[in-house]
Structures are given as structure tokens and as C-alpha cells.
């Protein structure tokens, strides 16, 4: 790493970052100039480095260059991808076997009774209509280990502290533990005790003791500890993220391999880089690439952030669309929401992860009626096939706006894929018009309608569930379906703004390429603090949580080491998880310093929480005189990385170019046939503004802007959506 920030102020001058997603992987280009080019290529799950060249390709063809060209110039590569989630959601993983301690022999099979996850609200209020996600690991690979250590007490030092050791490790067990799950072929070992997270010395050692049979019996098979996954608590959530890491993550590195490997066959010398799912970014060696699991949608989140600070927005929602879901995301005063336990594929991990509400509605979403005249939308998605206008066997939202006259069939990709216009519509009156007896263009309008009508509450409910009012937020709406569907999705919530940019298709990879490279480390603790804690009291919690800190940023420097990142070259984030004593969750807290020395710098921990409770609840709700608890130290250690840029512009006549029109083109909207200008999004000016009805076509997307309303382009070329101001 530190021989490619050299080489980048020698003149590597390019970053590249692409958003492997289930239908399209979008790949950006961003130049010295900060000026950017999207590409993109269709998603194929089975051959990723064939989609990563191909988007990369698209994207330096159009200025002019070759990928060669741009790979032998390139300061940063990162690339996020789905490969690990797939793997979940097939089943096609590798052989796990887990150690685990005495007594909870049955932890993958009870998984916290969390068996509505993912479920809709209406499958989750019903017991029976729950059910366990498909098995990561078999029951017979389950051993149980007779050890134990002491978790503390709530209550503080009243009982034998945290970490004692009340039954030692049987070291027998493990010895015959290892050799049957050896013997019963399995691919990889976890293991996970109980309150390991305070003191991981019981699990270490057992990781000693198969490790040395594993060698002696000439196999290959890595060992991990749930310690060094997941130092965190609730065995539950931590059993999940040792889980996707065995069975995932490892294999998922060997893809990003290839995709790796295909760079640097076109002359890249540097690593590949993927995202974190809370920011940052991380090469390939790291070794809790579970991590990585959701890094597409916090790409998007980190772009929204960038361009926050740009613009200067205190409070963002943002409005993802792509060809599988709608996720909405929020940023207060520039912050991304955090939460602490990750929901994915019916699993609930111990991973921080960036707050996203989703509904699955995308441009992919398979349309149905059913036997009863109900109308359907997704999950089912037809992903890279896009739909019966392309390679699917079933109407979906594309083939509609399709239909419509929304998205032209010959400007797909910029022309690189043909859509049948015909198709969609026969499908659209077979599978929707025919059985509710309306008219075929009253049925497309009508499921358009709806779909924007459940997005436009989803949004809504983004902001209002947490007591916000939309007045104080900016609308960033992206993604490939995005800017076609805004119309619908923000109609008539006020918002401050609702913008988007002219490379909103691939704003994701966008978010990619703003991110930082970020390690982040935590260790699960339990400190209690009394309300009224005496002055000695809080000097040795201050030493407690200095030496966390301590070790690990010695974990830190030993992992980027090995990345190329000189300690010095290190900037750190210090940070807490804290409640009040007695709750159930526990909230980040980033403190301002890294000092933890005295008595104040505890209050000052205790300040931060609660200036930061109060921003997320009403004053009333805190609670001080039931006293704090510490339920982990975390660290973030950041290292530079390029950043792309956004260029300011020198504003121009409000009238676009004659160049910029392109045709005028009907279009059936809401409730009837209605004539369209269009424009090209390339050949637009800042200071334009376009007067709907109107739509901007991409080769990446289509923005449509409805009657009475207008768009304009900002001196960053950013796109603001606001009603007509005509006279």
C-alpha cells in the first residue's frame, strides 16, 4: 500500500471501483481531473473477473483510452461484489466444523429464535409462517468442549471477574474433536466459547491443539476463533459471523482473487481493494472478510457523504434503486447510521453495518397477478436477464417502463443491448391487463403507481420513525432505476432538495472509490460505571480502556504491515459501545481523542454518549442515575488513500444546447399518452435546466422529469428536482 500511494504521486493518476451487483456490474473511472466515466457490463455470478473487464473496458473506451492503458496508471482498484452472499443464499459454501463449548452443543439448530428475519411483517406475526434459514452447518460437525470462563456481573465487582477461569479447557476433547472432524472431511474448523470475547485464551489454546494435529496429519485446514472474528457479545450473533466467515468468506477471497489477478494481468501493481460494510476500505488479506458481505449499498451511503460535504448538507436520505430492491439510507449531520448487529439472509451477525431500510422492488422485480386478482411485485428478480424485453421468462418493471415508452428499447446500455418493446407489452397484457379486465397501458401506469406509491412510503417512514421532519432533509436519489421512478417515489413528501448526478447509475462504485482504507478492531468488555463512581474508580476504568486501546493498535500495525502501510503512516479513530445500565443495546460512541488517562477523560465518555443518545431520543429518555456500561472498545486505523474529486463549473445559459436535444417521444404517463422531449445527459451544461415533461437519457440510466416540474444543473453538475418555475 505504501508503494502504490508513492507510485500515485509519481503519476499513477486513475482510480477505478465497480458495484458488482445482481444485474449490472457498474464500474467508475475517475480521472486526474476528477472528471469520471461509468462502464458497465452485465453481472455473471460464475465468471466475475469477465464482468470486472468488461465494465473496466466500457468505462475507458468511453475517453478514448484501452484497459490496459488505464490498469497500468491506476493509483486505487476497488471492487465490490455478492459473491459471498450468494454463497449463503445457495448453500454453496465450505464443509464447517465447530468447537464449541459444553452445553450449547445445539446453537446452529436454535440460532436465538431467530426465526423471522427477513420475513415480511405479515409472515412475522405469525409464529407458524417461521422458519430457519437454509443450514450453514452440519449438527454432526458440532462438537462440544468442557471449559468455561466467568462472564462478570452486571451488578459490578460483587463476583468473580470477568475472564476467571472456572473449568479449564479438556484438551482430550479437542485432540478427538479435531481428528473426527478431520475424519468426517470438513474444509474448515471454528471455534466458539463461551465469553471468549473478555478473554480469548481458552479458545487460543485450543486453536494450538488442532492446529498441531492438523500438521501432524498432513491436511489443509485452517483453524479460526470466533476471539478473532468477532470479539464481541451475545454467542448468537458472534456463532453467525464465525459461521459466514468459515463458510463464506474464505472462498469469496479465492473469486476476489481472480478478479485481482485479472488487473494485474492488464498491468495493475497495486491490490485490489473491497468495502467494508461500515466504510472502508481493505485488500484481500484481510482476514475478517466476512465483512465485506453487503458492500454495494454502503458504497452509495459513502458517496452520499462526499457529496454532502460538497454541497454542504447537514442531513441526507438517501434513495437507491437497482434491479433487485429500494434501499433508503439516512445521514445526520453528515453521519452515517450505524447498526450494531447486521440481519442478512435470515442470519443476524455481530457486524457493525450502515443503517438501510430495503423493500424488494427493483427494476428486475417480477410482476404477477395471482388466482384472487391481487397484484404481485418481487422479490423474485430477473436480475442480469433484465426481462421479457431481454432474456427473462416473466414480465417484470423494466418490460413496463419499457412498455410506457419510458426507457427506450434501442438506448439500452447506450445501445449495447436491444429491448423488445413488443414483448413487453403482449407480456404486460397477458400477465397483468388480461386478468383485472383493464386497458394494457391503464394496467402499466396503474403497478408503476403502485410500486412508486410502497417506495414513497418506505421513505417516508425513513425520516418519521425517528422523529425526523423531511422539511430538514435533502433527497439523493441513484442506481440504475433510480432517477426512472423518482417522480413517483418523492412524490409529494417536501423535502430541502431532492438531487441526483449524472452518474447516478453508478454512484455506488462512486461511494467505492470515496471511501477511506480502514481497519476497524473492537474487543468485547463489560466495565461498569457507577453513576456516582468515586474519583479511583474512574482512573482505573481509564487505564482499562487506554490498555484496549493499546492492544489493539498492535493488532492494527501488525495487519497493515502486512498490507504495506508503515505505522506512521496510521491515523486512528477512537471509539466505545455504551447504555445505560440495565438496557438490552448498546451505541457507538466516537470520542474526539485517543486520551484515557484520568478520571475526566471518563466523563468526557460519558458526555459524548449522552450528547449522542439525545440527538437519536428524546431528552427525557436518558438515564443517568442507572449508571453506564462499556460493552466494547473499538479502533479504527486509517491510512491515506486517492480520493476522486468533484470539479465546479462555470454556469452557463439556463437553455441547453441544440446539441443536447435529441427527439420527442410518447410517452404514457399516469393517465394518459403525452409527448416528452429528450435530451442527452452528456451534452448538458451547468446552469441548464430542463423543463418537463422531459427525459435525460445515459447509456447507464434514464431520468424522467414529469410535467410541471423541472431540473437543474448545478456548477458541480449536480441535478436538482424541483417543481416548474415558469413566468
Known amino acids: 500500500m505504501s508503494a502504490k500511494m508513492n507510485a500515485y504521486e509519481k503519476g499513477e493518476d486513475y482510480i477505478v471501483a465497480l458495484d458488482a451487483g445482481g444485474t449490472m456490474t457498474d464500474a467508475i473511472l475517475v480521472k486526474p481531473d476528477g472528471t469520471f466515466t461509468v462502464g458497465k457490463s452485465i453481472s455473471r455470478r460464475d465468471n466475475q473477473a469477465k464482468s470486472y473487464s468488461d465494465s473496466v473496458a466500457d468505462a475507458a473506451g468511453n475517453i478514448g483510452l484501452t484497459s490496459d492503458s488505464v490498469h497500468e496508471k491506476l493509483a486505487a482498484d476497488i471492487y465490490c461484489g455478492t459473491g459471498m452472499l450468494n454463497a449463503i443464499l445457495t448453500g454453496d459454501g465450505k464443509k464447517v466444523g465447530l468447537l464449541v463449548t459444553r452445553g450449547f452443543d445445539d446453537i446452529t439448530i436454535m440460532e436465538g429464535g431467530l426465526t423471522y428475519l427477513g420475513q415480511s411483517q405479515e409472515e412475522a406475526l405469525h409464529q407458524q409462517l417461521h422458519k430457519h434459514p437454509r443450514p450453514l452447518v452440519d449438527p454432526k460437525n458440532v462438537i462440544s468442549i468442557s471449559e468455561r470462563l466467568g462472564g462478570g456481573c452486571y451488578q459490578g465487582d460483587v463476583h468473580l471477574p470477568a475472564g476467571h477461569t472456572l473449568i479449564p479447557v479438556n484438551e482430550q476433547q479437542v485432540k478427538d474433536a479435531t481428528h473426527k472432524l478431520i475424519d468426517q472431511g470438513c474444509e474448515i474448523i471454528g471455534i466458539l466459547f463461551i465469553y471468549s470475547f473478555v478473554d480469548p485464551k481458552h479458545e487460543h489454546q485450543a ?175 430477473a436480475g442480469a436477464k433484465v426481462g421479457i424485453c431481454f432474456e427473462y421468462d416473466r414480465l417484470t418493471v423494466t418490460d413496463i417502463n419499457v412498455a410506457l415508452g419510458y426507457v427506450d428499447p434501442d438506448y439500452f446500455l447506450g445501445g449495447q443491448v436491444k429491448l423488445d418493446r413488443e414483448k413487453a407489452l403482449k407480456a404486460l397484457k397477458e400477465s397483468v391487463a388480461d386478468p383485472l379486465e383493464i386497458d394494457v397501458y391503464e394496467a402499466g401506469a396503474g403497478v408503476l403507481q403502485i410500486i412508486n406509491g410502497q417506495m414513497n412510503d418506505l421513505l417516508r417512514t425513513m425520516v418519521a420513525s425517528k422523529g425526523f421532519d423531511t422539511h430538514d432533509f435533502t433527497m439523493l436519489y441513484y442506481g440504475g432505476a433510480g432517477p426512472v421512478h423518482m417522480y413517483g417515489f418523492a412524490e409529494d413528501i417536501e423535502f430541502e432538495d431532492i438531487i441526483t448526478l449524472p452518474f447516478a447509475a453508478g454512484f455506488s462504485a462512486f461511494g467505492a472509490a470515496c471511501a477511506e482504507y480502514m481497519h476497524r478492531y473492537n474487543r468485547g468488555t463489560r466495565i461498569i460505571i457507577p453513576a456516582n463512581a468515586k474519583e479511583e474508580l474512574l482512573v482505573q476504568i481509564a487505564n482499562d480502556i487506554s490498555e484496549a486501546w493499546k492492544t489493539l493498535k498492535k493488532e492494527a500495525i501488525h495487519e497493515m504491515d502486512a498490507e504495506g502501510i508503515k505505522p506512521e503512516e496510521i491515523k486512528y479513530r477512537y471509539g466505545v459501545s455504551v447504555r445505560y445500565t440495565g438496557q438490552i443495546e448498546s451505541f457507538d460512541t466516537l470520542l474526539e481523542t485517543g486520551e484515557m488517562q484520568k478520571s475526566e477523560n471518563v466523563r468526557n465518555l460519558i458526555d459524548s454518549f449522552e450528547e449522542m443518545y439525545s440527538k437519536m431520543y428524546p431528552e427525557g429518555a436518558k438515564f443517568s442515575g442507572a449508571g453506564f456500561t462499556i460493552t466494547e472498545v473499538n479502533l479504527e486505523a486509517i491510512a491515506d488513500k486517492p480520493q476522486p474529486n468533484l470539479l465546479k463549473h462555470k454556469l452557463k445559459n439556463s437553455k441547453p444546447n441544440k446539441n443536447a436535444f435529441v427527439e420527442k417521444r410518447e410517452v404514457y404517463h399516469k393517465d394518459g399518452w403525452k409527448s416528452f422531449s429528450v435530451y442527452e445527459m452528456a451534452n448538458l451544461m451547468a446552469g441548464n435546466v430542463i423543463s418537463g415533461p422531459a427525459i435525460i437519457r445515459d447509456p447507464m440510466t434514464t431520468v424522467i422529469i414529469p410535467p410541471d416540474f423541472e ?17
Not at 711 to 727: K, P, Q, S
Open 207 to 381: 486453536k494450538k491443539i488442532a492446529d498441531e494435529i492438523i500438521l501432524n496429519r498432513r491436511v489443509n485446514i485452517p483453524v479460526l476463533c470466533s476471539s478473532d472474528v468477532a470479539p464481541v457479545s451475545k454467542e448468537n450473533n458472534r456463532m453467525k459471523s464465525l459461521i459466514f466467515q468459515c463458510f463464506a468468506a474464505e472462498q469469496t477471497r479465492e473469486s476476489f482473487l481472480k478478479v485481482e489477478k485479472t488487473a494485474q494481468d492488464f498491468g495493475f501493481k497495486g491490490r485490489l481493494l473491497t468495502l467494508l460494510s461500515y466504510g472502508g476500505a481493505v485488500n484481500m488479506d484481510y482476514p475478517r472478510l466476512y465483512e465485506t458481505m453487503i458492500s454495494g449499498p454502503i458504497g452509495g451511503l459513502i458517496g452520499a457523504r462526499f457529496v454532502g460535504k460538497v454541497l454542504n448538507l447537514k442531513n441526507i436520505v438517501t434513495a437507491d434503486m437497482g434491479g433487485t430492491s429500494f434501499d433508503v439510507g439516512l445521514l445526520l449531520d453528515g453521519r452515517i447510521g450505524m447498526t450494531k448487529s447486521a440481519d442478512i439472509a435470515g442470519h443476524r451477525l455481530a457486524l457493525p453495518m450502515v443503517e438501510l431500510d430495503s423493500t424488494g422492488q427493483g427494476a428486475g422485480s417480477v410482476v404477477w397477478v395471482d388466482e384472487y386478482k391481487r397484484l404481485h411485485v418481487g422479490p423474485e428478480s
Open 711 to 727: 431540473m437543474y444543473l448545478d456548477e458541480f453538475l449536480v441535478l436538482h428536482y424541483r417543481r416548474a418555475t415558469r413566468g
